[in-house]
């Protein structure tokens, strides 16, 4: 069974959706990401999708991650736009 969500934070809705997942008796096969915003996890020693392939053993991809999103924009946004994500990125980031 594949989970597939919008966004990671700290993990928890995956989480939840494992434990949701394995009480019926099935097996998670993986973590597809619309947005990897590459926040610090629980433990804050790794990003939250880090801890969720060593917590569970599977992989988590992302269609795109911050760091990639931030580089398309970098020519695009206004740099009003382009120094609040960077200011997320340096409060919230792995």
Do not use: K
Not at 33 to 55: M, T
């Amino acid at each position: 069974m594949l989970i597939v969500d919008d966004v990671i934070t700290a993990g928890t809705a995956i989480r939840e959706s494992v434990d949701i997942i394995t009480a019926a008796g099935a097996a998670p096969a993986g973590v597809l990401l619309a947005l990897d915003r590459q926040e610090r996890g629980n433990s804050g020693a790794h990003s939250a999708v880090e801890e969720i392939r060593r917590q569970f053993g599977i992989p988590v991809l992302a269609v795109i991650s911050l760091d990639e999103l931030v580089q398309y924009l970098r020519d695009r946004a206004s740099p009003a736009e382009l120094s609040s994500m960077l200011a997320y990125r340096e409060r919230y980031g792995a």
